[in-house]
């Protein structure tokens, strides 16, 4: 059976995101079988994309940069590789329907770690059917864990979903949450989960690698994974979902929060494990840094060891918090000198993201807001939300601006608006350079307006030309788009070229 969540109004999806190294060597070709249906709902054809260039070609574009964009076009593979960085399911936040997570901790069984595997499944990402009770959605889930290409772990189970009323059949904020649990010995694992849609026979796949520690009695001290949560209670008889001993902990798979004035605290769950001669009372000590501002949070407490596991319930307010991407690190020293060394017995780190509701993004950063919809709003849009000047104005306009783009504007969900932030902080996620967020990115300005590619021709640099990505969707609407990509500086910071409307001229 299944955990049955309602997500809390004005919170949004974050799917975990894992860097990938991209080989300098093999040539690589990414392809996707579904494309994202609302994409036409969130763009208008007026818009321009991806460039601070003018549009201009005769004054924007050098004859070598045409030069590069004919050839690639022409020279570059098509052969076809599934599901690969960075839009593949290691790293994919732009679908929020079906998203993973985990965390690990010491095993009941000597010399073993518990890998926990967390899954969420929105309303969205599954076909209903009617039903006696209103409508039914049945699916399939396998979970298959491999190390060094050999399966040692397999669940799979069916389970069914019900609903009273076709609204809450298209709700992103009504999902089933609910983790699967191995007993492993440490090491390296890759992690790969199928959702099998059993009204359509549709299929989505996540993959997530994983690195186990080895949680046996040492001389030091040791921390378990960090578990984001999404709520936590003390635990009575009854529960029976996530229970941590005397705690339920509600895992928060997207690891997606919500910072300023309105928002709720950071919760996050882990374990400290004694170790052989340590001394009871131990230190530790938590630091957040922010991607691009560095650190944000430090705090450090004592805490008493005097059996041989700790469980730590932390919360951390995020009133203070700008929206973007942080990571977490925890670590434990077994002294105030060696604390003062940085010589921690174990360091556990981890990632999530922290975004204002709407509303206050509208009235405390409106600059961010504004240029965002440019992306994809017409001249009139751009007109009428750039005439927007106090507070209020501003955010009717907002809301304007999306009520126009809601495809179900008999539910409260609005997935057109969902989808779009969805894509900002995927692009910030993977397109972010040292000194630009990835929206602001000729990348991330084409990811929001068009949604992912279907099929990208990534070529890392070569003796002969630098590194270019060739991006095709191929039912957009009116024609097929080709978007060429080329890294002119060897900074990753790969900038787009002519033809920018990604028509064929």
Request: proline share 5%; hydrophobic share 35%; aromatic share 12%.
């Amino acid at each position: 059976m299944d955990y049955i969540g309602v997500r809390e109004e004005g919170r949004f999806p974050w799917l975990k995101v894992t860097k990938q190294k991209v080989t300098k060597k093999k040539h690589r070709t990414i392809k996707h079988d579904s494309i994202e249906s609302l994409s036409s709902a969130i763009s208008r054809n007026e818009a321009v994309v991806g460039s601070n260039k003018p549009r201009s070609f005769a004054v924007s574009v050098t004859l070598l940069s045409f030069i590069f964009s004919v050839a690639v076009m022409l020279i570059a593979p098509r052969t076809s590789l599934s599901q690969l960085a960075p839009f593949g399911p290691k790293g994919d936040i732009a679908d929020p329907r079906f998203s993973l997570d985990w965390s690990q901790f010491r095993s009941d069984t000597p010399g073993l770690t518990r890998l926990e595997v967390y899954y969420k499944i929105a309303n969205t990402g599954l076909s209903f059917l009617p039903h006696e009770k209103g409508f039914v959605a049945r699916y399939k889930l396998t979970v298959r864990v491999f190390r060094d290409n050999q399966q040692v772990g397999y669940e799979t189970f069916k389970r069914e979903k019900i609903v009273n009323s076709r609204a809450r059949t298209k709700m992103y904020s009504d999902f089933v949450l609910n983790l699967v649990d191995f007993d492993l010995q440490s090491g390296k694992y890759r992690v790969v989960v199928n959702l099998e849609d059993r009204s359509n026979e549709r299929t989505a796949k996540k993959e997530i690698n994983v690195k186990l520690s080895n949680f046996s009695r040492s001389k030091h001290p040791k921390i378990s994974g960090l578990e984001f949560l999404y709520s936590s209670k003390p635990a009575k008889e009854s529960d029976r979902f996530f229970r941590k001993g005397d705690i339920v902990a509600v895992p928060l798979v997207d690891r997606g929060l919500q910072g300023g004035a309105d928002g709720g605290p950071v919760l996050y769950y882990f374990e400290i494990y004694q170790g052989a001669d340590s001394a009871l009372n131990v230190i530790v000590d938590t630091k957040i840094k922010h991607q691009t501002k560095g650190l944000v949070y430090h705090d450090s407490i004592h805490v008493m060891l005097d059996r041989p596991q700790s469980k730590e319930l932390r919360r951390i307010n995020l009133r203070d918090f700008s929206p973007g991407s942080y990571e977490i690190e925890v670590a434990v020293y077994t002294s105030e000198k060696k604390m003062k060394r940085k010589k921690p017995s174990f360091t556990r780190e981890n990632a999530f993201s922290v975004n204002w509701s709407l509303e206050g993004r509208v009235r405390h950063d409106y600059e961010t807001v504004f240029r965002q919809l440019e992306l994809i709003a017409t001249a009139e849009e751009r007109r009428t939300l750039k005439d927007a000047k106090t507070p209020e104005e501003r955010i009717f306009a907002w809301t304007a601006f999306w009520k126009d783009r809601d495809p179900t504007p008999e539910t409260k969900e609005n997935e057109s608006l969902q989808v779009f932030y969805a894509r900002v902080r995927y692009a910030d996620a993977h397109f972010s350079t040292p000194h630009r967020l990835g929206w602001k990115s000729d990348r991330g300005g084409v990811f929001l307006k068009q949604g992912r590619p279907d099929e990208v021709n990534d070529q890392p640099v070569s003796a002969s030309v630098g590194a270019y990505q060739i991006w095709f969707y191929y039912n957009a609407a009116g024609e097929p788009l080709r978007f060429v990509f080329f890294d002119e500086y060897g900074d990753e910071d790969f900038r787009l070229q002519y033809p920018y409307d990604g028509r064929r001229r």
